[in-house]
Each structure stands twice: as structure tokens, then as C-alpha cells.
């Protein structure tokens, strides 16, 4: 019959009974080997009618057990050494268990079954069973559904590593994909001539033009997560030089929930080309504080808090309260989780609400709590100041109050680079919010942390949608100063240090990440231009529109009162600076809040500068000023 004319759920019965044939025969081939090999191809009478007796024992117990290890439902063209290593689990498990039942049962009549056959049976299964799996794989995978004489468009392969090695799998499991791999390049001058998947490798990065003409390779693939930009950079280069399409995996940040897989496969973004390395991290290590645990993220529908919420409900919480003010921005994150398999509990509340948020605290009892919901761009925050201080300032006092008050565990709170001497209304809020969590760290059983990094790629608000859309219009790209740098840091990996950092908080802790070196924004806005086809200067303009007041050439990460220590994780410091007085700095807060609730914008910009002072005499000789719509540093 035809398989249009089958059901794809009795596709699936008929496959596993396949299966579950194929291994009926294998074990029994198994069962007979042992006993020919045992007894070197002579097996005497009496063994032969002990083996008729006892087959159909083994084989029950044997596919009972295979069945418990669900080996039937997975597909044995995708077999690979995790498979082998359960195969050899379950024959064990099997074979102890065939031992331990012809131990204590014995056909009437019958001589004990040799030891040496129960050994020999095991190793003959393993090889059998595993064997049939990889040969069927490996006819797959040289068939007509996929391989070397699947045609496709030729792709070139940039790395000779685990990463390609998937990538060249899937190419030849499936030729609907529509690629043929031709060769690969790989800087390690060891890996030279050898084969990967069947793929040779033909040189390395500097052999790219050479190898782009002998192979006349219509792509290139990027299949190295850990590269660091410059390298990425160097072969997108090349690649556009030759007039070459260019695709790249993820980094690593972004593969972390995922397997590399030619789905994976995207465009070369402007983050990929940056220049710093992507930090690998055992997520699984290092968030094992969050097993089990009740979490709580503020700020869930945004940039950090929505990823935050993605690698969160991956590493096992009890619950998971998503929470935001935004109606929109929580729809969308609860859907995403909610399709990907996890039960978040949304949560619409403002963090500015005391008594709403008491009842969330009371209501879902977090044991730890990430603080994302903030106010970040800087030009709407000076325009509005009441809001940033109540915002982030001030609903940070509260939340930190209510923490301690329910007994929290650890607290996090999402800062920025903009904090450390502070020009702008944003960045004096996430540094009075950076002294709250200081001040109650010292004397709360809750550990608090603050997190502080700079720039965040494609987060709202970032300078890189700015840039994309005056690249779409044609141009000019705005650049307020050509040696203005900042830091900048992926959202996936900006997020896995948090988390990380989270776990280390002894209380009271304000971590810097690691930024690596800052970035001219000027190379950033002709990196993005050439990435979409065009050079700046001929295709696109670049505009310098000079630095606005308040704004600074270049961010710093550090305070001057502040000392810098390692932590035990390389990506992540801890910044120290003397404690405050706790009765006096509370008191300052309360009359913070007395201020805002008279909406004087005037008086409320003076308290916030005076309460920040307060903290720190010698903080700054004047007030901040003005700065205008449009600064690019804006981020979080």
C-alpha cells in the first residue's frame, strides 16, 4: 500500500514495529553467537535444547528492558553517541537481568547456562544492536534523502570542529536542504587535509580567496560559535570581496538552548563582527541555586527581562512569575514560553504600586527576584524626571523593602555603565538604585546584587535600530563624535552573566561585567552599512552631529571610590566602596518620595543629586546637564 494512503500515526506503529523485529532478530543472533563461540562451533546436544528453552526468556526480557529505556522511539537514522552509550546501559541492565532470572530458574533436566555465554551474549548484543542502528544511519544519510550525491548549491564551511561536524550531518540527511558541501578551512594548521563528516579541509582563513575559486562555492558558512568578531569580520570581508553570500551559526549565548543545526543558520549580524569573544558559561553549573526555586522577574517584557525569562525557565524553577506594567510586552513573553513548553504565571503590576506589589510578594512567596523594569533612554528621562526616580530609584527602594520583608533570598537588579559618575538624570536613578542595594545588602538576611554592564545589542532602544533605520532610509547615519566609544555586550550573553553573578552575591555586591574592549561607534555604523550590501561614504553618508551636552566620549565602569576585585568567574568583578549609614541614607529615601509627590520635576532633579552626594561627598562638584533628544547612549 502506498504511504499516502497510511496514517502518519500508523507510520509511526509500523516504524517501531520494525524496529522492535529487527531487534528481535539481533538478540536472538546474539543469544545462538554466545553459545557457538563459547563452545568454539561445537555445541554439544544438551546445550542445543538449552538454548531452544531459554531464547524466548531472553528475548522477552531483553526487549522489555529496551522497551523501559524507550529505545523505539527514536529514529535510527539520527542515532548518534549519546545512543550508543544508552545501548550499552540497557544491555547491561539486560543482561543482568537475563543472569538473575536463569539463576533462579532452571529448566527441569537442564545443566546451568555456561557463565561464559552470558558474556559473550552481552558483547555480541552490544555490537549487533548498536551496529544495526549506525549501518541504517549511515545508508540514510548516503541515500537519496541526503549525502555526498545529494545536489545542492556548493557551501564553503569556516571551521572543522563539533559545530560543523552537525552542520554537515544535517546536509546529508536531508537533501531538501538544498546544500553540498565542497570543503572546509579551519585555522588550525593540524586539521589540515584531513576529513570532517567526509568534508576535506582545503586550507585555512588566509587560503579563502584561493579555495572560494577552486571550490567556486556559492556560500560560506560561519560554523564557529566561540569565534571571536575580528575573525567573523576577516571572512565576511573576504567573502563580500569575492561577491560571496555569507551565513554563520550563533554564538554561544544564543545556542545555549539549542543544538547546532542548519535551522540555526541566519544572516552575519553587526553583533557577530564586534570584535569580543563570546563568553562560555555552564549554565546548568551555575544556575543550580534556581532549581526548584520560586522566581520572580520584573520588567519581563522587556529587552533583558524577556531573555531573562527565556534562560530561566530552562534550568528548572518551581515557578516562574513574569511581571510587567506593559499589557503587550507580557502577552508576547508569556506566548513564547507558554509554545515552548514552560507554565509561567504573567503578572500586570507596577513596581511603583507599594501596596500591589506587597500583595505579588505575598501572593506568589519568590524566593529569588531579578529587578529588570526600569526607565533607560536617556533623553525622555531627562525630560521627565519624576517618572525616572520613581521608576527606577524609587520602586527599587520598595521592591528591596518588600524582599526583606518576605524573606527573599537573592535579589538582582539590572544596572548600566551610565550610573558610574552620573551626568544624566537615567544614570543618577541606576546609581541610587546601585546604593539601595548596597545599603540593604549590608544589613539584610536577602542577598542583594547589582549588575552592572554597558550597551546591549538590539535591546530597545540600542543605537543599532537607529542605525538600521537610517540605513533603510538611505541615509545619513548620525554619529555624534567619530572617537566616541561604548560597550557593548549581546543580550543572551549579557543575561548568562547575570545569572551567573546572581549565584556568587554575598550581599550587598555591585558585579561589572567583563565588557571587553569598548567599540567605536563609528566603525559600528560602517560595519552595519557594509553588512547590508553597501559602503559607507559612496552608498550611505555618515553624519558627525557632534557630542551633546551630558553625553560622554567615552563610558566608564567604575566609580573612583570604588575597588575592584576578581570573582571566581573571569567575566564578572566585583566593585566595593565604604558602606552607608543605613538610618541615614532610609531617611533620605522617604524624603526622596515626599519630593517626587509634590511633582516639582525642578525640586525632584535637586533631591535626587542631593540624596547621591549624600552617599558620597565628593561625588560630583555640580548638576548634570541638559541633554538633548537622540543620544545614542541610551542603553541599559
Known amino acids: ?350 513596581c511603583r504600586d507599594a501596596d500591589l506589589m506587597d500583595g505579588v510578594f505575598a501572593r506568589y512567596r519568590p524566593e529569588i527576584v531579578f529587578h529588570a523594569a526600569a526607565y533607560k533612554h536617556v533623553p525622555m528621562m531627562e525630560l521627565n524626571p519624576i517618572q525616572a526616580i520613581a521608576n527606577n530609584a524609587l520602586a527599587t527602594a520598595t521592591l528591596a523593602e518588600l524582599a526583606t520583608r518576605h524573606g527573599v533570598e537573592r535579589v538582582c537588579i539590572i544596572s548600566t555603565d551610565k550610573a558610574v559618575e552620573p551626568q544624566t538624570v537615567m544614570g543618577g536613578t541606576k546609581a541610587l538604585a546601585e546604593r539601595v542595594v548596597e545599603m540593604h545588602g549590608a544589613h539584610a538576611a536577602t542577598r542583594f546584587a547589582a549588575v552592572r554592564f554597558g550597551n546591549v545589542l538590539g535591546s530597545s532602544g540600542s543605537v543599532l535600530p537607529i542605525f538600521r533605520r537610517q540605513i533603510a532610509a538611505g541615509g545619513p547615519v548620525t554619529v555624534t563624535h567619530p572617537d566616541m566609544t561604548r560597550y557593548f555586550m549581546t543580550i543572551p550573553e549579557a543575561v548568562q552573566l547575570v545569572i551567573e553573578a546572581t549565584g556568587i552575591a554575598e550581599g550587598g555586591d555591585v558585579f561589572v561585567l567583563d565588557m571587553g574592549e569598548p567599540v567605536r561607534i563609528m566603525d559600528l555604523a560602517q560595519n552595519m552599512i557594509r553588512l547590508s550590501g553597501m559602503e559607507p ?9 557632534g557630542v551633546r551636552p551630558g553625553e560622554k566620549l567615552h563610558e566608564e565602569l567604575f566609580n573612583l571610590d570604588e575597588e575592584v576585585k576578581p570573582t571566581r568567574y573571569g567575566g564578572i568583578l566585583r566593585a566595593t566602596r565604604p558602606a552607608l549609614d543605613p538610618d541615614e541614607f532610609a531617611a533620605r529615601i522617604e524624603q526622596l518620595r515626599l519630593v517626587v509627590a509634590t511633582d516639582d520635576a525642578q525640586a525632584a532633579s535637586k533631591a535626587l543629586w542631593s540624596t547621591l552626594r549624600a552617599g558620597r561627598d565628593a561625588m560630583h562638584s555640580g548638576e548634570p546637564q541638559d541633554v538633548q533628544a537622540g543620544d545614542e547612549g541610551n542603553i541599559t
Not at 561614504?537 to 552631529?545: A, F, H, L, P, Y
Open 1 to 350: 500500500m502506498s504511504e499516502r494512503f497510511i496514517s502518519p500515526a500508523w507510520r509511526g506503529h509500523l516504524h517501531r514495529l520494525g524496529q522492535v523485529s529487527s531487534d528481535l532478530v539481533l538478540i536472538s543472533l546474539a543469544w545462538w553467537l554466545a553459545f557457538v563461540v563459547r563452545f568454539d562451533g561445537a555445541v554439544p546436544g544438551r546445550y542445543d535444547k538449552l538454548f531452544l528453552v531459554t531464547l524466548g526468556v531472553v528475548v522477552g526480557l531483553k526487549i522489555a528492558v529496551f522497551v523501559a529505556f524507550r529505545f523505539y522511539t527514536r529514529w535510527w537514522r539520527f542515532t548518534g553517541i549519546q545512543d550508543l552509550e544508552q545501548i550499552v546501559i540497557a544491555c547491561v541492565a539486560a543482561s543482568l537481568l537475563v543472569i538473575t532470572v536463569l539463576t533462579i530458574w532452571r529448566p527441569d533436566g537442564f545443566e546451568a547456562v555456561p557463565r561464559g555465554v552470558f558474556v559473550l551474549d552481552f558483547l555480541f548484543a552490544v555490537v549487533l544492536v548498536g551496529g544495526m542502528r549506525f549501518a541504517v544511519r549511515s545508508v540514510m544519510e548516503r541515500s537519496g534523502r541526503g549525502g555526498p550525491l545529494a545536489k545542492g548549491r556548493p557551501v564553503l564551511v569556516c571551521g572543522a570542529g563539533s559545530a560543523a561536524n552537525s552542520l554537515l550531518r544535517d546536509m546529508r540527511r536531508d537533501a531538501s536542504l538544498g546544500y553540498t558541501p565542497v570543503g572546509l578551512i579551519d585555522d588550525d594548521p593540524r586539521k589540515a587535509g584531513l576529513r570532517v563528516g567526509g568534508v576535506k579541509v582545503l586550507g585555512s582563513r588566509a587560503d579563502l580567496p584561493r579555495v572560494l575559486r577552486e571550490t567556486r562555492a556559492r556560500e560560506v558558512i560561519i560554523a564557529m560559535p566561540s569565534a571571536p568578531g575580528a575573525v567573523r569580520r576577516d571572512i565576511v570581508d573576504q567573502c563580500r570581496t569575492a561577491g560571496v553570500r555569507v551565513t554563520t551559526l550563533p554564538g554561544l549565548p544564543e545556542l545555549m538552548n539549542g543544538e547546532v543545526s542548519v535551522q540555526k543558520l541566519r544572516e552575519v549580524r553587526v553583533e557577530d563582527v564586534l570584535g569580543r569573544a563570546s563568553v562560555e558559561i555552564d549554565m546548568a553549573r551555575v544556575a543550580r541555586y534556581l532549581n526548584g526555586k520560586r522566581v520572580l522577574v520584573t520588567g519581563a517584557g522587556g529587552s533583558i527581562g524577556s531573555e531573562l525569562c527565556r534562560q530561566l525557565a530552562t534550568v528548572g524553577p518551581n515557578s516562574l512569575v513574569i511581571l510587567d506594567h506593559a499589557e503587550n510586552n507580557l502577552f508576547e513573553i508569556d506566548l513564547e514560553l507558554r509554545d515552548r513548553g514552560h507554565s509561567p504565571v504573567p503578572v500586570i503590576a507596577d
Open 537 to 545: 561614504g559612496r552608498d550611505i553618508q555618515i553624519e558627525v552631529t
